[in-house]
């Protein structure tokens, strides 16, 4: 699955308000994609090795380790609430301050021309590796490369397996602009516009919520792929916009708020989210297996508690000021970044590296040393990731800024000179080559970058 961190100086953001400490960047948010990056490598490498369900002779899981190796998953959560915050954030700045929204166009051309073509070529060579029988024919490949395969039961679990997530962040895309409409129609004071904006969330989180009740008992019909259509993770994704919410609101008043500037706070942000992490691996009672039936009641605590390990994982990047404290630097330092760089990549590959380290070497599902084989998966997927960034996403980054900015000058009639596309060329370039200035390229769930001259 899905999805603001450091900009070069001198770029700006468009219709992203400043924070608190006068700057429109979230340094930590690659530091966060990686963590959710990771996590999900985590989940599905220890299970390939039966670390995290091998049982005893009694029956009893042989590690209780695994119960914490089990919830890698709740990287999904983070992925969801990081799109809801960067992406809605700019629309809530024009809201709040009476400019037009983002135009749709440039915003859907950065969205599709970040996540589709690597998406697509991970498909392929998914494909090509592990063979035709892993989609449903031509039309099982259609319905994959067009992000449909969690529409019906039938279709799911084909091409990249994890990729489901990718569905639900690209109907999250696609409706965000229309949701965004609807809240910001009329005009209002900002006081008044941001009471619409937080009751429209709450009522958008707790509509989430009774649709998946009224969802999970469904097991056929029309409504049995109910678990991978996006209304069903509105929760998820209205947490993050509720954050963006909050945190345009403090921006546009110059303030920080009063816990954020405490010492400790970020570290205490981090110990609720480990906190919330130890309750859901082992008090409350979820299964193991990545396939487990849920009831109704788990499914919907699930959701609960995954979106609050994200809340307070994330809260720390968004509110306490860059640079103070030891999370902030960890999270924005040059290692994070890169991960957080190559994230999208490390969550498409993982699984096929995970096929092939079993397929060619002597590890034998269930039966693998977890200490060898997890750190294995990782580097060879990061170095992987690393790759395709540089040869399949970096350039439809660029070109996907490209067609945008001259989208928006043709919508402003405004005729590019010679030194402005020098210009816009120097800051991607810039951008792509220091993975600490991730969000000027425009990354799932960012706020647009824009050229020096402010276009």
């Known amino acids: 699955m899905s999805r603001g961190v450091a900009q070069p100086a001198g770029s700006v953001s468009v219709d992203s308000a400043p924070t608190p400490t006068g700057q429109a960047i979230f340094p930590g948010f690659d530091g966060l994609r990686a963590i959710a990056a990771l996590l999900v490598v985590v989940v599905h490498a220890s299970f ?19 119960a914490y190796t089990a919830r890698g ?23 709040l301050s009476g400019r037009r929204a983002p135009a749709l166009g440039p915003y859907l051309i950065r969205r599709l021309s970040r996540i589709v073509p690597l998406f697509w070529f991970a498909l392929v060579v998914t494909v090509a590796v592990l063979g035709w029988h892993v989609v449903h024919g031509l039309p099982g490949l259609l319905e994959c490369a067009f992000f449909l395969q969690s529409y019906r039961g039938q279709w799911a679990l ?47 989180y707790l509509g989430s919520v009774a649709l998946h009740a009224a969802l999970a008992t469904q097991h056929s ?45 970020a570290t205490a942000c981090w110990l609720v989210a480990l906190f919330l992490y130890w309750l859901v691996s082992r008090h409350l009672g979820m299964s193991r297996s990545p396939l487990h039936g849920r009831t109704v009641g788990s499914d919907l605590v699930e ?29 924005s330092c040059r290692t994070m970044a890169f991960l957080g760089l190559v994230s999208y990549g490390v969550y498409l590959w993982h699984q096929l590296v995970i096929a092939q380290l079993v397929a060619w070497t002597p590890w034998r599902i269930f039966q693998i040393s977890l200490i060898e084989f997890v750190p294995t998966v990782a580097v060879v997927t990061v170095l992987l990731a690393g790759v395709t960034y540089a040869v399949v996403e970096r350039p439809f980054i660029a070109r996907g800024h490209d067609w945008a900015r001259r989208w928006r000058e043709r919508a402003a009639g405004i005729a590019p000179t010679a030194a402005d596309r020098r210009a816009t060329a120097a800051v991607l370039g810039q951008a792509v080559a220091d993975p600490r200035a991730a969000d000027q390229v425009d990354r799932p769930g960012e706020p647009a970058a824009v050229s020096p001259d402010g276009r």
């Open 48 to 66: 390939t090795t039966g670390f995290t369900t091998r049982t005893a002779a009694d029956g009893s899981y042989s590690s209780p380790w695994g």
């Open 73 to 95: 998953e709740i990287g999904v959560a983070v992925f969801f609430l990081i799109s809801g915050f960067l992406l809605y954030r700019p629309f809530v700045g024009a809201h």
């Open 158 to 204: 084909q091409g990249i397996d994890q990729a489901w997530t990718l569905d639900i962040e690209v109907a999250f895309y696609l409706t965000l602009p229309v949701w965004a409409w609807l809240v910001g129609r009329r005009p209002r004071t900002p006081e008044r516009q941001l009471r619409v904006e937080l009751l429209s969330l709450v009522g958008l």
């Open 221 to 265: 019909g029309w409504a049995e792929a109910w678990h991978g259509w996006l209304p069903v993770w509105w929760n998820l994704f209205a947490l993050g916009m509720g954050l963006a919410v909050v945190s345009t609101w403090y921006a546009r008043q110059g303030r920080t708020p009063r816990w954020a500037t405490q010492t400790g706070s």
């Open 303 to 331: 959701h609960l508690f995954y979106g609050l390990f994200a809340l307070f994982l994330i809260m720390p990047a968004i509110f306490v000021p860059v640079g103070r404290g030891w999370v902030q630097r960890f999270l």
